[in-house]
Nanobody
Framework: QVQLVESGGGLVQPGGSLRLSCAAS????????IGWFRQDPGKERERISC????????YYADSVKGRFTISRDKAKNSVNLQMNSLEPEETAVYYC??????????????????WGQGTLVTVSS
């Protein structure tokens, strides 16, 4: 069974950092593009980062560029998202997702076939 599991969320003060992890089972992440998304109730889902191990491409939304870093841990078959200088408005549930036809470049939502359960990030003093 193909599965993604996020971890690393929690409560952090404004300006703080968190490291999220997206661990895969039943699939080898080296064959896929993995996207990180976030959604706050009442707001649209936002794609914040993406990494494609197949071609080495990496994407960051303008809102996180320079503060977030996506990386792959080959040994753990996971993709990590290091988040620095977090702001209160970034409080949301963070998800990772993928699919056999998903591409960082084209980012077609219909190609996101596998989603994790999400991890809550709360940025508050």
């Amino acid at each position: 069974q193909v599965q993604l599991v996020e971890s690393g969320g929690g409560l952090v003060q404004p300006g703080g950092s968190l490291r999220l992890s997206c661990a895969a089972s039943g699939m080898t992440l080296a064959h896929y593009a993995i996207g990180w998304f976030r959604q706050d109730p009442g707001k649209e889902r936002e794609r914040i980062s993406c990494i494609s191990v197949r071609d080495g491409s990496i994407y960051y939304a303008d809102s996180v560029k320079g503060r977030f870093t996506i990386s792959r841990d080959k040994a753990k078959n996971s993709v990590n998202l290091q988040m620095n200088s977090l702001e209160p408005e970034e409080t949301a549930v963070y998800y990772c997702a993928t699919g056999p036809y998903y591409s960082c470049a084209t980012d077609k939502p219909g190609n996101l076939e596998v989603w994790g359960q999400g991890t809550l990030v709360t940025v508050s003093s």
